[in-house]
């Protein structure tokens, strides 16, 4: 076990590189968000394609992987239309905004441990801060400013409204994501991202009435409700369905980018994918255990964890998590907008306020005896239980039947038929059916084509 | 902590945190006097989010990772998008007025200010010019966030407790002048809706589409009644009234 210990990067292995692998790393955050991108738009047209039984892309290159590829280059031959109203230089910098915001967030995710390149032990991170985590937060805040100024400076009213609709979506759940992550600050007691990928790599013990009771290291099992609300409230971060109200393609033309064309337009798309996979990278890290291999990997194979082999494990987790993106996508109705935000403002925000109370009266008294500890512990649920019974709740009014409804019609309103009203079959209804034989059509090849 | 705090701390400049310092100063001088010289709104409120991020870095500069990271979360990623919010909403064109009402006052303005700006550098420069940063270490000693946090939650919890109870009341405050809830009588059911759309002044049909029997298509366009006349009711309230010129009026000549 030490031996893995040693794997793992502490703050103190950040900033010794020489340069050319700084660069090295920055270029390789760089072309994973660009081929994420190419490959994740790809897989979400399959994936979605397979939930709703029709092939997807399938032309271009093998399996239609270089579809997306085919598609950017005619973005990128397209007319870059300028709106004549438009705020040039705003115009032109919201789309940049967007993007860089998205990608400097993948500077602080960690991909793997130590690890040699070129006789140099070097952790597989670009760069490591004892505030990583707010890094994350403040690149996904300045995000907001690219759908902002791209409404406004398109100089049309459309776009300004779609632009101010998803920024108040982007703010508001922010407030939900932020919140969740204030669990693992507690519970890793650390901001720097490495150092909360270490704080999962064994589990603690729970001590319940003298039995070590042993929990899971990953967060997302242990501190449950602040995972949830974390991946619903990232979902609504990067305006996915069932969220993706701003550019909800069926009502709105789309949204903030209605304006945008040619390769502005591309990179809208590019930096809401790359923020899709940024944000299920930091899901990876916050809250499933990074790089580490999962559970029983470990136990058959005790160099799972060292070496390159953890960037497997990395990218598999993303990569699942990105599937449960577009599964969404594909399941899920989209949301009206006020119900989308009483569920960010009334339910998440609540239940996290809630959760994180908890939380840091279970970390309080952790240190009492036993007793204590289980005393306090009956109390708190107790006062928890009676809170929930005599909460003074709103009786639903039992709902009156049909004929009291009738009843209680003002005057004047209009004339009801009678309730038991038997309609006639009507005379022309009667027709001699001609007795055929039933048509026996058997399934030939051709029903399962779609 | 990292080489940054060491360094900071033993009052030494190092050579990355003076590149930073020379490359971002500048950009945050341009933001300053680009948001007070920008005519449009917007444009001023961006500059001043230059400024603020380039204060950010200073912050993580100095051997202060989260003060750093918290002026861009909060001043840049939240109290600057409210001001965006209102200007935008305010509309693009609102830009101030460029007449003097006091003579000479812009000039004075600049004297003034740069005169302020002299005593207040010169001031600093003599009074901290060669004093060396102390206790830098032993505030950061068992980690930035950390000491922030013991100073946040002990010395000052009472002002810490007392802010957040007045930035709560002034949120709550400005809902319920905000909020407004429609009583339940003020609510119209069905038939009272329906007679007061049939009330004889009031027409009860859809109102007519903008540019309807009109030769323009645009939106101000009022549409023509079955009379003749032009109906109001058919153009937004919000478009502003325009003169057609006579070669707008005229035939376009696309019919033939």
Redesign the interface.
């Known amino acids: 076990m030490t031996v893995l210990l040693a794997q793992d990067p502490t703050l103190a292995d950040f900033g010794r590189d020489p340069w050319w692998l700084v660069l090295g790393k920055i270029l390789f955050a760089f072309v994973f968000g660009l081929l994420a991108t190419l490959l994740g738009v790809w897989f979400e047209r399959r994936v979605v394609g397979y939930m709703q039984v029709r092939p997807g892309p399938n032309q271009v290159g093998p399996f239609g992987l270089l579809q997306t590829l085919a598609d950017g280059l005619k973005m990128a031959f397209k007319e870059d239309i300028l709106p004549r109203a438009a705020d040039k230089v705003v115009y032109f910098f919201a789309p940049v905004i967007s993007v860089v915001c998205a990608v400097t967030a993948l500077s602080v995710i960690p991909f793997g441990p130590m690890v040699s390149i070129f006789g140099h032990r070097t952790p597989l991170q670009v760069t490591d801060v004892p505030v990583a985590v707010l890094v994350l937060l403040a690149c996904s805040s300045l995000a907001v400013y690219g759908v902002v100024l791209g409404g406004w400076a398109s100089g049309s009213t459309y776009p300004l409204l779609g632009g101010l609709r998803s920024s108040a979506q982007m703010i508001s759940y922010e407030v939900a994501m932020g919140l969740s992550i204030v669990a693992v600050f507690m519970t890793a007691g650390t901001m720097s991202t490495s150092g909360i990928v270490a704080a999962q790599a064994s589990g603690t013990k729970l001590s319940l009435g003298g039995v070590e009771v042993p929990a899971p290291g990953w967060y997302a099992i242990l501190l449950l409700p602040s995972f949830i609300i974390f991946f619903i409230a990232i979902v609504g971060e990067t305006n996915r369905a069932p969220f993706d109200l701003p550019e909800a393609e069926s009502e709105l033309v789309a949204g903030f980018m209605t304006e945008y064309s040619s390769l502005k337009f591309a990179l809208f798309m590019l930096s809401e994918y790359v923020a899709m996979v940024t944000m299920s990278a930091v899901t990876t890290t916050l809250f499933l255990g990074g790089w580490r291999a999962p559970a029983p990997i470990t136990t058959v194979w005790a160099g799972a964890n060292s070496g390159w082999w953890p960037m497997l494990w990395f990218f598999g987790k993303v990569l699942i998590l990105v599937f449960v993106f577009v599964w969404l996508r594909g399941t899920l109705p989209r949301l009206r907008y006020d119900q989308f935000m009483r569920l960010g403002w009334k339910v998440l925000l609540p239940i996290n306020l809630t959760w994180i109370l908890i939380l840091a009266g279970l970390r309080s008294i952790e240190d009492w005896q036993s007793r204590d500890r289980l005393l306090a512990t009956a109390i708190g649920a107790g006062v928890l239980l009676l809170a929930t019974i005599l909460w003074p709740s709103r009786q639903p009014k039992p709902k009156p039947t049909l004929q009291e409804q009738v009843d209680n019609r003002p005057p004047g309103s209009f004339p009801l038929p009678p309730l038991d009203l038997q309609v006639p079959p009507s005379p022309r209804t009667k027709r001699v059916v001609a007795e055929r034989e039933p048509a026996n059509i058997a399934a030939g090849s051709d029903s399962r084509e779609v | 902590?990292?080489?940054q705090t060491v360094l900071a701390a033993a009052g030494e400049v190092s050579g990355g945190e003076e590149v930073t310092f020379w490359v971002l100063a500048p950009l945050a001088l341009i933001g300053a006097i680009g948001m007070v010289w920008a005519r449009?709104a917007?444009?001023s409120a961006?500059w001043l989010?230059l400024t603020m991020l380039c204060l950010?870095v200073f912050y993580?500069l100095q051997a202060g990772?989260?003060i750093g990271?918290?002026q861009?979360?909060v001043y840049?990623?939240?109290i600057m998008?409210l001001f965006?919010?209102v200007l935008?909403?305010v509309g693009?064109d609102a830009s101030d007025s460029l007449i003097e009402t006091l003579r000479g006052q812009r000039i004075a303005a600049v004297v003034l200010g740069l005169g302020f700006a002299g005593l207040i550098g010169t001031g600093l420069h003599r009074a901290l010019g060669g004093t060396a940063g102390v206790g830098l270490e032993q505030a950061n000693a068992e980690?930035?966030?950390q000491g922030i946090a013991r100073l946040l939650f002990t010395k000052y919890v009472f002002a810490f407790e007392l802010t957040s109870a007045l930035l709560i009341t002034a949120a709550v405050g400005a809902m319920v002048l905000a909020h407004i809830e429609r009583r339940r009588e003020d609510r119209m059911?069905?038939?009272a809706t329906m007679?007061a759309r049939f009330r004889p002044g009031n027409y009860p049909g859809p109102k007519p589409g903008p540019g309807v029997f009109a030769t323009s298509s645009s939106v101000a366009t009022p549409a023509r009644l079955p009379d003749g006349r032009l109906s109001e009711r058919s153009t937004p309230a919000i478009l502003p009234v325009r003169e057609l010129t006579a070669e707008e009026t005229s035939p376009k000549g696309t019919d033939r």
């Open positions: 902590m990292t080489t449009n917007v444009h961006l989010v950010g993580v990772p989260f990271m918290v861009i979360i840049t990623g939240a998008m965006l919010f935008m909403l693009r980690g930035n966030v059911d069905q038939v007679k």
